[in-house]
T-cell receptor, first 111, second 116 residues
Framework: SQQGEEDPQALSIQEGENATMNCSYKTSINNLQWYRQNSGRGLVHLIL???NEREKHSGRLRVTLDTSKKSSSLLITASRAADTASYFC???????????WGAGTKLIIKP | DSGVTQTPKHLITATGQRVTLRCSPR?????VYWYQQSLDQGLQFLIQ???????AKGNILERFSAQQFPDLHSELNLSSLELGDSALYFCASSVPRQGPNTGELFFGEGSRLTVL
């Protein structure tokens, strides 16, 4: 069953603008992770946020976690063409030693 | 470079055939995960091994099997291939952890399988 649901499914913005993607999940979690996938390539880990954390930063990335709403958001500031990719959230619900993945948000940055 | 190596990168075969995909995890990582990603789709978890033992099983077909060897490399065997098996197959590894919590996964570049 799918735990994470990303929203929107696709997002197209101008270079330099901020991009926000959301992820909702259904059960309590240990942590939530965000990954980036360039077309046809392997996934790259971006940020892991634990259930007792509310916000985390890494460079131009900001992730928030609201466990009461069972949701997370990924903000990419000052977007660049190289940010064009699909972004996936994955939750660790502590069951079965596996992450549960969303279907991803496809982000296109227009020059 | 994630440190996870997958071979082959591309594979074209016919229906009914059998193929083996290989994965070498990052040095020191004991867990290996296999995922399937069909065109423009999300990730489908297949199976996980930890230090040679099967730890978790996802939506893996009976025609598919995997194993992890003593040197920690893993192989995914796909048999009686069908057109719908065409996909990207990813291997990922993670650092050893106590308990069921799953941390960061490191992905290989994938093996693209095309079944004609």
């Amino acid at each position: 069953s799918q735990q994470g649901e990303e929203d929107p499914q696709a997002l197209s913005i101008q270079e330099g603008e901020n991009a926000t993607m959301n992820c909702s999940y259904k059960t309590s979690i240990n942590n939530l992770q965000w990954y980036r996938q360039n077309s046809g390539r392997g996934l790259v880990h971006l940020i892991l946020i634990r259930s007792n954390e509310r916000e985390k930063h890494s460079g131009r990335l900001r992730v928030t976690l609201d466990t009461s709403k069972k949701s997370s958001s990924l903000l990419i500031t000052a977007s660049r063409a190289a940010d064009t990719a699909s972004y996936f959230c994955a939750t660790d619900a502590g069951s079965n030693y596996q992450l549960i993945w969303g279907a991803g948000t496809k982000l296109i940055i227009k020059p | 470079d994630s440190g996870v190596t997958q071979t082959p990168k591309h594979l074209i075969t016919a229906t009914g055939q059998r193929v083996t995909l290989r994965c070498s995890p990052r040095s020191g990582d004991l867990s290996v995960y296999w995922y399937q990603q069909s065109l423009d789709q999300g990730l489908q978890f297949l199976i996980q091994y930890y230090n040679g033992e099967e730890r978790a099983k996802g939506n893996i077909l009976e025609r598919f099997s995997a194993q992890q060897f003593p040197d920690l490399h893993s192989e995914l065997n796909l048999s009686s291939l069908e057109l719908g098996d065409s996909a990207l197959y990813f291997c990922a590894s993670s650092v050893p952890r106590q308990g069921p919590n799953t941390g960061e996964l490191f992905f290989g570049e994938g093996s693209r399988l095309t079944v004609l």
